[in-house]
């Protein structure tokens, strides 16, 4: 079965530091999204990403966030100056554009904010 | 997007059918019921999906209420590598179609 893949699986930053998480989608995908998970706490969507511009964000995807397809295969998500609370688990996820197509995610990255 | 409410944890043994419920009792007609896992802290996994017909797959059977109001999750023979979180989610069929997660159930199959 095709995959989503992410990279890196673990990210050590410091806080301030800017990060850059990455995603290669399914290949004939045209949806994307960001999700993340505070440990022990529920996944939540940030932000869903469609025809090269956002077509929804959440309230937790505030300036410090932006996401970027720069070339046909990589989606990703940056984050410009990390706090301790953006520690969590971020999944990447892609769906093809029929309606009803359902989600694929990666397997994360884990992201620690020191 | 229509809430759903799941029992926060279950236990089933090994080899025995796993059955999940969810209300959603919300629903609106061009809303789908979607099932997702999350086992330990990977990714969520797609499990089966269906909007009023009982679905079933490799993976597990989907049983909605006439009704739509409530639906059931099967997972036929469980082994211990179904200990996971399931998700229920009823997910709109427009738009950018993106998946509310709630907290779901934490089946443990006990061996």
């Known amino acids: 079965e095709p995959e989503v893949t992410q990279t890196p699986s673990h990210q050590v930053t410091q806080m301030g530091q800017e990060v850059i998480l990455r995603c290669v989608p399914i290949?004939?995908?045209?949806?994307f999204y960001w999700y993340r998970q505070i440990l022990g706490q529920k996944v939540e969507f940030l932000v869903s990403?469609?025809?090269?511009?956002?077509?929804?964000k959440s309230e937790i995807f505030d300036d410090q966030f932006s996401v970027e397809r720069p070339d046909g295969s990589n989606f990703t998500l940056k984050i410009r100056s990390t706090k301790l609370e953006d520690s969590a688990m971020y999944f990447c996820a892609s769906r093809g554009v029929s309606r009803g197509e359902k989600l694929f995610f990666g397997s994360g990255t884990q992201l620690s904010v020191l | 997007d229509a809430k759903t409410t799941q029992p926060t944890s279950m236990d089933c043994a090994e080899g025995r059918a796993a059955n999940l419920p969810c209300n959603h009792s919300?629903?609106?007609?061009?809303?789908?019921v979607y099932w997702y896992r999350q086992i330990h802290s990977q990714g969520p996994q797609y499990i089966i999906h269906g909007l009023k017909n009982n679905e079933t797959n490799e993976m597990a059977s989907l049983i909605i209420t006439e009704d739509r109001k409530s639906s059931t999750l099967i997972l036929p023979h469980a082994t211990l590598r179904d200990t996971a979180v399931y998700y229920c989610?009823?997910?709109?069929?427009?738009?950018?179609?993106?998946?509310?997660f709630g907290t779901g159930t934490r089946l443990t199959i006990i061996p």
């Open positions: 290949s004939n995908h045209l949806y």
């Open positions: 919300t629903i609106s007609g061009n809303e789908y």
């Open positions: 990403f469609y025809n090269n511009e956002i077509s929804e």
């Open positions: 989610i009823v997910r709109p069929n427009f738009g950018n179609e993106k998946l509310t």
